[in-house]
């Protein structure tokens, strides 16, 4: 009988505390998004079957639907490897969810992808972003090179 509520309680507290994580996960990290909106314009022509997937990022990102629209993104990278936007508003929405690791590598994909296609504005707009997802962590970017 003592094993019977052991377990229950065990199985408790791991549910609860798996919920938790669940719910942490799916919203945005406090009450405000670092990145508001997502970049919208594409700088290179896709398919419709892309664009309409982006579109459907797009709006995710701006409902707060952050994992969703990360799903969308990917489609889009799938399809379009070359699509710089797809891997910058991944990485938008990683950063907003708080995980900083895939953000960063999201961010850099889409520096890399704007240098190759000669876009100025969405690079510079990637550096400025790097450093506010470092300057939340307390780190200065302009010291560490």
Not at 10 to 19: D, S
Not at 45 to 54: E, I, K, L, V, Y
Not at 77 to 97: I, Q, S, T
Request: net charge negative; with cysteine; charged share 15%.
């Amino acid at each position: 009988m003592e094993l019977v509520i052991w377990l229950s309680v065990v199985l408790a507290v791991l549910g609860f505390g798996m919920g938790v994580m669940v719910w942490a996960y799916r919203r945005p990290l406090g009450n405000s998004a670092l990145f508001p909106a997502p970049v919208v314009e594409l700088s290179t022509p896709t398919s419709d079957a892309a664009r309409t997937q982006f579109e459907a990022g797009c709006t995710a990102f701006a409902q707060g639907h952050y994992p969703a629209a990360i799903d969308q993104f990917r489609a889009v990278m799938v399809a379009e490897p070359d699509c710089a936007e797809a891997f910058h508003n991944a990485g938008l929405a990683y950063a907003n969810m708080g995980t900083d690791g895939p953000a960063v590598q999201a961010l850099l994909k889409a520096s890399e992808l704007y240098d190759q296609q000669g876009t100025k504005a969405g690079l510079d707009l990637v550096k400025q972003q790097l450093e506010q997802i470092a300057g939340r962590r307390g780190l200065n970017p302009s010291t560490a090179a």
